[in-house]
C-alpha cells in the first residue's frame, strides 16, 4: 500500500516536471530565458526548476533561489561548452534539449521506443535486392532501422515487377554526414543573398536557424560541419539520423519512380516528398498509408 502511493507520488511529480518543462519548450521558443529573470516572471517556477536540473548535472552552486543569477548563468555556459554550442550563457532551446537529452526527462514514449529498439534483433539485409542500386559505398543500409529494412524488400518486390531500378543516394546518416549535406546545400542555394538560409528554414523549420547562422559565418567548412554537427547531435532535425529515411535519385524517369513509390504505401507508411532533385522517404510503420507533398523553396 505503501509502496504504491510512493510510485504513484513518484508518477505525479515526473508529469508535473514533463509538463513544466513542455511548457518551458514553448517559452524558449519565442524568448531566451536569461540573467535577471525569476520564477515570478513565468507562470510556473521554471527558474527553481532549472537550478534543481542543474544541480542533478553536478553543476552545484550557491544559487539564488528562483533568480537566473550569475551563478545560473556561469553554469548554462559550462554546459554550452561541453555540447560544443556557442556560449550564450542564457537558456535557449538547444541548451535545453541537451540538458534534457542528458537528464532522460524525455516523455516516455521515445524512451519506451528506444527501449524497443535495444530489445529487438537487428535485421540483416541479406536479401539479395536485385532491383535496388546505392549510389555509393557511402550510402549505409545497415543503420537503418528493422522496419525501412523491411520496406526495401517491399521496394524492391514492386520495382521488380514493373522492370525498373530504384537508386538510393542517401539513407542512414551520422551528424556529420548531415551537416555536410545541409552545408552543400546552403552553398548551391546562397547564389542570390541569403538563398541558403531561407533553404535551410523552408526544409527543417526555424529550429534550424541557427544552423544557417554558422553556414554564413566566416569559418573553414570542416569548422561549421563541426558546430552543425554539435547542435544537430541535440535536436536531431532529420529522420536520416534515425536510419528512417531514404533519398531516392530521379532523372528524366520521374513519373516512373514515383509511381514505383505509390504503390508502396499499400504495404507500409511511407511519406514521400519530393525535392525536385531526388525523392525523400520517411517510413513510418509497415502499415498502409502515408502522404505525399512537393516541396517548393519559396
Ligand atoms: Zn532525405
Known amino acids: 500500500m505503501r509502496k504504491l502511493l510512493i510510485s504513484s507520488m513518484l508518477k505525479k511529480a515526473y508529469n508535473d516536471t514533463s509538463n513544466i518543462i513542455k511548457d518551458m519548450e514553448n517559452i524558449i521558443s519565442q524568448k531566451k530565458i536569461q540573467y535577471g529573470d525569476k520564477d ?29 543569477d550569475e551563478f545560473t548563468e556561469e553554469a548554462i555556459a559550462d554546459i554550452e ?57 557511402k550510402v549505409d543500409l545497415n543503420n537503418l532501422t528493422n522496419e525501412t529494412k523491411e520496406y526495401l524488400k517491399i521496394l ?51 529550429k534550424a536557424a541557427p544552423i544557417a547562422d554558422i553556414y554564413a559565418e566566416n569559418k573553414t567548412d570542416s569548422e561549421k560541419i563541426e558546430e552543425a554537427a554539435n547542435i544537430i547531435n541535440i535536436i536531431g532535425l532529420s529522420p536520416h ?11 528524366d524517369n520521374k513519373s516512373i519512380i514515383l509511381n514505383i513509390l505509390k504503390k508502396t504505401q499499400e504495404y507500409a ?9 531526388h525523392i525523400h522517404l520517411t517510413i513510418k510503420s509497415l502499415n498502409p498509408g502515408g502522404t505525399f507533398k512537393v516541396f517548393h523553396n519559396r
Open 40 to 68: 515570478s516572471d513565468f507562470p510556473r517556477p521554471y527558474i527553481s526548476l532549472l537550478q534543481s536540473q542543474l544541480k542533478e548535472m553536478g553543476f552545484v552552486h550557491p544559487y539564488t533561489p528562483g533568480v537566473f
Open 81 to 137: 561548452g561541453e555540447a560544443g554550442l556557442p556560449i550564450t550563457g542564457t537558456l535557449n532551446y538547444y541548451v535545453m534539449k541537451y540538458m534534457m537529452k542528458k537528464l532522460s526527462v524525455n516523455n516516455s514514449s521515445t524512451r519506451r521506443e528506444r527501449l524497443k529498439n535495444k530489445n529487438s534483433e537487428k535485421i540483416e539485409l541479406d536479401e539479395n535486392l536485385s532491383n535496388i542500386k546505392t549510389l555509393s559505398n
Open 156 to 206: 524492391n518486390h514492386i520495382a521488380k515487377e514493373d522492370g525498373e531500378i530504384i537508386t538510393i543516394t542517401s539513407a542512414a546518416r551520422d551528424p556529420i554526414d548531415q551537416a555536410r549535406i545541409m552545408l552543400n546545400n546552403f552553398k548551391s542555394n546562397d547564389k542570390y543573398e541569403g538563398g541558403g538560409r531561407k533553404y535551410i528554414i523552408n526544409l527543417y523549420g526555424k
Open 241 to 251: 539520423l534515425d536510419g528512417k529515411s531514404l533519398d531516392i535519385d530521379v532523372d
Open 269 to 277: 507508411t511511407v511519406n514521400i516528398l519530393d525535392e525536385d532533385s
